[in-house]
């Protein structure tokens, strides 16, 4: 078995024309590990994704997955992968179960070995008793987790998965993160990319903060909210047209604080205390909320801007 | 862990570097199994469409047309006429049919071949796959209509059973330009100028006459056009009346699957893995 990280990417560069859609980020991908990268759309997640993928060659910096050149060993190196792109794409003129057997034939397994694999994976996906429906007739939950048993066919030693729940209803995301939940259990190695921190938290040992092509931060999603931002955070909505003007008087209420159009965040080790204290100052809050810090937080601290806009 | 690395190196050595891994035939039993679930309809349609021509034109038209003279000096029915290059049609149908409207979908919409080269498969490999998926129907359009012809005494000479690997060629040739045409296609206006080329090509390709009724630049100008050679190359096995012009008609389509393939391959390797 391949020993050392099964993805180094270093100074990795791709311009389409004069923008730079992924502009020299490095990072190191350990077997086994869940690895992120957080941003928001256009953040050059996908463009990332595509090149670990072998699907698209970069334009600098170097590239190696499982020890092999994209650019050179596109075959062998997709071979190993197990792909989940953004979008599904399912062939939909094949039947549920087919689609697993069909995807397995283009990585040369045979109809044997198939079989029993495809019904495993069917299992897996809980899918089983949808093995003979079309997949018009899924629901998007459903197609989901059809292409990440599909992505499984080939037992892939790294899953690429490209925001595995956008567009998900929570059910079907909790369902979905119980799946992939199981996988890193079983120490298949995942790359996924996401704007939802909550799903970042949830699944990554390790993640990249990306924005505009760069790394901001990388680290363990705990030790980045330590990091960047503080133990609690107390939202407070003093009405959309007060926010701002109240969050310049509240002067040294809080280590630090953020405006947002709808709310005033205040970051802070005890949330309840200056909540406290805004009150007994004489303002009056037309709702507050105390909770702990999250990627989100971070995200905005790194780059002044929400991931979800 | 141990089974993956042992078919990872057991992927056949590629002779076209990273574009093929010699498994063109997963893409085309997914093409079987996709037809055998959902198509079947469509193919019995363009299948049946030249068995009309034939019994309107070859047989009704025929009978008040009488022979026709083929020029070596042969009198042919006009049914025994036609029938080959209706051969010919439907094997340039089936294979259009496939190779641009349907490889149009699976690149556009269903994202088909996205999928595909994100697995072990190259561009070479889903081509070729694709192109045999036209083959296979040229093939089984050919067979039927063939069985047809004999049945109505249109096969005069044993030569006919040629005309089979010489439909599957044909298939081949417009398979393989139509996949790299509609490579380069990107809108559904821009398909339909196939059939706009389609179609005035059918009706004169010496299809249901001989070329020689035109005059001299008309005769160049339709011999420069791919189904003339099909018709000719078909109607010369299926009456026995050969010539050696019949190979230039097979060199006119291996040049055509050649070009066609190099185009499909390049072509698909700059969309999907750029």
């Known amino acids: 078995m391949f020993p050392g990280p099964v993805i180094v990417a270093s100074d990795l560069r791709k311009t389409y024309g004069d923008s730079a859609a992924v502009d020299g980020i490095s990072f190191e991908v350990a077997p086994g590990e869940a690895f992120g990268l957080l941003g928001p759309n256009g953040a050059g997640k996908s463009t990332t994704m595509r090149m670990l993928g072998a699907v698209s060659q970069r334009t600098g910096g170097d590239l190696r997955i499982l020890g092999l050149d994209p650019d050179r060993s596109g075959p062998e190196i997709r071979a190993q992968l197990g792909v989940v792109p953004q979008s599904d794409n399912l062939d939909r003129e094949l039947k549920v179960r087919d689609n697993l057997i069909v995807y397995g034939r283009y990585f040369g397994m045979s109809r044997k070995e198939l079989g029993p694999r495809a019904d495993a994976l069917l299992e897996f996906a809980q899918l089983t008793d949808r093995a003979k429906a079309r997949v018009d007739q899924l629901s998007g939950g459903m197609k989901r987790r059809l292409t990440i048993a599909r992505a499984l066919i080939n037992d892939p030693r790294i899953l690429l998965l490209d925001e595995p729940t956008t567009g998900l209803d929570p059910q079907a995301r909790h369902v979905l993160w119980d799946r992939l939940f199981r996988l890193k259990e079983q120490g298949t190695t995942l790359v996924l990319t996401t ?10 040992d390790r993640l990249v903060v990306v924005d505009k092509g760069v790394i901001m931060a990388e680290g363990p999603p705990a030790e980045l909210i330590s990091r960047y931002s503080s133990r609690e955070v107390l939202e407070v909505r003093f009405g959309s047209d007060n926010n701002a003007a109240v969050a310049a008087r509240l002067g040294s209420i809080g280590e630090r604080s953020e405006v947002l159009p709808d709310r005033v965040l205040i970051y802070t080790a005890n949330g309840e205390r200056e909540l406290a204290a805004i009150l007994a100052a004489g303002f009056a809050p037309i709702t507050s909320l105390v909770r702990r810090s999250s990627l989100e937080d971070v995200f905005l601290r790194l780059t002044g801007r929400s991931l979800v806009e | 862990m141990i089974a993956v690395t042992a078919r990872a190196a057991a992927v056949p050595a590629r002779i076209l570097g990273s574009v093929y891994a010699g498994n063109a035939r997963a893409v085309l039993g997914r093409g079987i199994t996709a037809t055998r679930s959902s198509n079947w309809l469509v193919v019995l349609s363009g299948f049946l469409e030249p068995v009309f021509y034939l019994l309107s034109l070859g047989l009704g038209l025929g009978s008040v047309i009488g022979t026709i003279d083929t020029g070596g000096g042969a009198q042919l029915s006009y049914a025994a006429y036609i029938a080959p290059a209706l051969l010919a049609v439907s094997a340039m149908n089936g ?13 556009h919409f269903s994202k088909l071949y996205e999928g595909m080269v994100a697995t072990s498969l190259g561009p070479f490999d889903v081509a070729l796959g694709e192109i045999l998926l036209a083959l296979l129907r040229g093939a089984m359009y050919a067979v039927g209509f063939m069985v047809i012809m004999q049945a109505l005494g249109l096969n005069l000479a044993w030569t006919a059973l040629l005309a089979l690997p010489a439909v599957v060629l044909v298939a081949a040739g417009f398979a393989s330009v139509g996949m790299a045409i509609t490579s380069f296609m990107k809108t559904f206006q821009q398909m339909d100028w196939v059939q706009f080329f389609l179609l005035p090509m059918f009706l004169f390709s010496a299809t249901f006459y001989p070329v020689t009724v035109y005059p001299v630049p008309i005769q160049w100008l339709v011999q420069a056009l791919p189904l003339y050679h099909g018709v000719e190359l ?36 700059a969309l999907f893995l750029s």
Not at chain 2, 95 to 107: E, G, L, Q, Y
Not at chain 2, 251 to 267: E, H, Q
């Open chain 2, 95 to 107: 294979a259009i049919m496939d190779s641009t409207w349907n490889v149009f979908f699976k690149m």
């Open chain 1, 195 to 204: 704007h939802h921190m909550d799903e970042a938290e949830q699944l990554c």
């Open chain 2, 234 to 269: 078909v109607r010369g096995l299926t009456t026995g009346v050969l010539s050696p012009a019949m190979l230039l008609h097979v060199l006119y389509y291996l040049a055509m699957v050649a070009v066609g393939m190099v185009f499909t391959t390049r072509r698909l390797k």
